[in-house]
């Protein structure tokens, strides 16, 4: 029998995945907030996902955090803000040896689900598939994509990727997973808070090229300084190719503050000017976005954290 896929948070990505590798005959298991959550479920009675504008649905079984069951391999697919606190309940189910996969977008919760649990393998992903929901339990795949996974602390990859291939799941493991996350950080911080704050499509960054441009500066600057030049390469160009690419969407941030939903600030511009007050880098023009963000935040009546 194959190790159960306990997947914490069934949102957009934890339902792209969980029905994915249950579809492949993988035994998932969802781990739902609480007991009000797994009433809504089970009379729910599944997870739809829909793809190529086609529904289906997959019976995956739930528990509640408070289950017995130990938990061999978990997948975190909570926000950033909700990830440590989400672990954190589960701890006491997380057997011996246990691997921890982490799906979360930027910096900063990964560490701090790491150091929560010492005891278990941490594996970080860095993902550009996109879904959405547009009903309870209810998932769009709404971007085709891929997913690298990896192990900053041990080279080596995990068999289970087998299952991933099994489910159709696009992936690679990354023998430099923290460089592909700074470098997802890089991009994020130097498009999506001025989508933001100009309220705008990706595209319309092209009215705002010297802004952009000097943004990149400063986050090249700070990846060198802290030991990620590979992700500083050509990272104006990077930005500038997403953009054109990326024109008619807007940002995952944009959408966020669009529909009143906190975003995930503090692991993305917060913790890159965190670590550059931590190295001493002056970078005025990042500082004074955050700056900015923030306080676009608040007068919106929504949270900076
Ligand atoms: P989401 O808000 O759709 O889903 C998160 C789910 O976690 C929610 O259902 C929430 O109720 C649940 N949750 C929170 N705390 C919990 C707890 N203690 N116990 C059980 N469930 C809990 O978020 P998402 O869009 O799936 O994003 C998850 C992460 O993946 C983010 O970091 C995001 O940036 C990243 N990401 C998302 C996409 C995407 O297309 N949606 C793409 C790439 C990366
Ligand atoms: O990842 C993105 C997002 O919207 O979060 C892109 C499209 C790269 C813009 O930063």
Redesign the pocket.
């Known amino acids: 029998m194959s190790t159960t896929w306990h997947v ?7 339902t792209l995945w969980a029905t994915r590798l249950a579809r492949a005959g993988m035994p998932v298991k969802l ?3 609480d007991a009000a959550r797994l009433q809504a479920y089970e009379t729910a009675g599944a997870l739809t996902l829909v793809e190529h504008g086609a529904a289906h649905q997959y019976a995956v079984p739930a528990e509640t ?1 408070d289950a017995h069951q130990p938990i061999n391999r978990l997948l975190v ?4 803000y ?1 990830a440590q ?2 672990v954190a ?1 589960l701890l006491p189910r997380l057997a011996p040896g246990a691997e921890i996969i982490l ?3 930027g910096l900063g919760s990964q560490d701090a689900v790491a150091a929560l649990a010492p005891q278990a393998r941490c594996i970080y992903a860095s ?1 550009t ?5 547009d009903g309870d339990w209810r998932v769009v795949f709404a971007g085709h994509g891929f997913t690298w996974l990896g192990d900053a602390g041990h080279p080596v990859a995990p068999v289970w990727l087998d299952d991933l291939s099994a489910a159709g799941i696009p992936h690679e493991w990354s023998t430099n997973i923290l460089t592909r996350l700074w470098r997802k950080l890089a991009l994020n911080c130097a498009i999506n808070p001025l989508t933001v704050l100009h309220d705008c499509r990706n595209g319309g960054l092209q009215a705002h090229r010297c802004e952009v441009a000097t943004l990149c500066g400063e986050l090249a600057e700070l990846l060198e300084r802290c030991g990620q030049p590979a992700a500083a390469e050509n990272l104006t160009q990077e930005v500038e190719r997403v953009i054109q690419a990326t024109a008619a969407n807007y940002s ?1 941030m944009h959408q966020d503050v669009a529909s009143q939903r906190r975003t ?1 600030i503090s692991y993305l511009l917060g913790y890159a000017c965190k670590v550059a007050a931590r190295h001493q880098v002056n970078l005025p023009h990042l500082n004074q976005l955050q700056q900015r963000l923030i306080s676009h935040l608040h007068s919106l009546g929504l949270p900076s954290d």
């Open positions: 914490l948070g069934a949102g957009s990505l934890g781990i739902l907030r955090p697919a909570c926000k950033a909700d606190k989400a309940q799906l979360q977008n993902s598939e996109g879904a959405f929901r995952s995930e």
